[in-house]
């Protein structure tokens, strides 16, 4: 995470509506994974569309009637 932040991949923060807290898993290649919860923070944050697009499936079924 250090050297992440000293190459300004990633910075420093003290608190925000979309930071999920952050978990490692050291790979099979010795590599190092990050891994988050997003469920937790970021869902929490995401707006619901009210009105989604139709796919096209649907539209053709509605069509056909």
Known sequence: ???LVSTGVV???NS????ALIVTARKPNNKIRLCADLK??????IDIDR???????ELLFKLKR
């Open 51 to 57: 009105h989604p697009i139709t796919n096209m499936e």
């Open 16 to 19: 925000s509506n979309w930071a």
């Open 40 to 45: 937790v923070n970021i869902n929490q944050q």
């Open 11 to 13: 910075k420093p923060i």
């Open 1 to 3: 995470v250090n050297r």
